[in-house]
């Protein structure tokens, strides 16, 4: 059985750095394929992907928040870290991990933590 | 970046009939050396994450719905729900995985009439 689950700070200040911990179980990313990301998404609107960490350690990240954005894994541990430096009230949303599909190609994710709602305030 | 533009942002549905979700792109996510759509469909339910129903443009997920069907290819794509249940309630997402960054549509929500 293949779960993720999200970990870490529900509220944080502005200004300060937020770091996510997604542990998951029951797939391994030394595996040729498998990556794992993340998304968020503001109450009440629409999911916005942040970043995606492959097997071969490729990272990719969305142009809007990259310079502000780190992922990284450790992989004996079955985990994947997500950093937002410099937070503002407008990064409150619910933070989710997901695994991208196994197929090289086939970028969709097939299984989602429950996420975890951050919320940016002083 | 490829937008993602989903209609309607809401529809009302009477149990047992049809809800049909567009989707369109802002440009081809057709892959002509394969002749697939890179195109993912999720269900929402509230207070959920979401689901992934299907991918590319019109794979059902292993588990979902024989009612549940993708179709579309280049630039339009069109999710339908035949035969709508009470437990489709929730918010409906495409996503384009033809090119980074990985971009979401708004969002369908789909209630019951």
């Known amino acids: 059985q293949i779960t993720l689950k999200e970990s870490g700070p529900t509220l944080v200040k502005p200004t300060q750095t937020l770091t996510l911990t997604c542990t998951f179980s029951?797939?391994?990313?030394?595996?040729?394929?498998?990556?794992v990301g993340w998304i968020r998404q503001p109450p009440g609107k629409a999911l916005e992907w942040l970043a995606l960490?492959?097997?071969?350690?490729?990272?990719r990240y969305t142009p809007s928040l990259e310079s502000r954005l780190t992922i990284a894994k450790d992989t004996s541990r079955g985990q994947v870290f997500l950093t937002l430096t410099n937070v503002d009230p407008v990064d409150t949303a619910t933070y989710y991990c997901?695994?991208?599909?196994?197929?090289?190609?086939?970028?969709?994710?097939?299984?989602w933590g429950q996420g975890l709602l951050v919320t940016v305030s002083s | 970046d490829i937008a993602m533009t989903q209609s309607p942002d809401s529809l009302a549905v009477s149990l047992g009939e049809r809800a049909t979700i567009s989707c369109r792109s802002s440009?081809?996510?057709?892959?002509?050396?394969?002749?697939?759509?890179?195109l993912a469909w999720y269900q929402q339910r509230p207070g959920q994450p979401p689901k992934l129903l299907i991918y590319?443009?019109?794979t059902r997920e292993s588990g979902v719905p024989a009612r549940f069907s993708g179709s579309g290819s280049g630039a339009y794509f069109t999710l339908t729900i035949s035969n709508l249940q009470a437990e489709d309630v929730a918010v409906y997402y495409c996503?384009?995985?033809?090119?980074?960054?990985?971009?979401f549509g708004g969002g369908t929500k789909v209630q019951i009439k």
């Open positions: 996503q384009q995985y033809y090119s980074t960054p990985f971009t």
């Open positions: 029951g797939f391994s990313l030394n595996t040729a394929g498998v990556a």
């Open positions: 960490l492959y097997w071969d350690d490729d990272k």
């Open positions: 440009q081809n996510i057709l892959y002509t050396s394969n002749n697939r759509s890179y």
């Open positions: 997901a695994r991208k599909a196994v197929l090289i190609k086939g970028n969709w994710f097939d299984t």
């Open positions: 590319w443009a019109s």
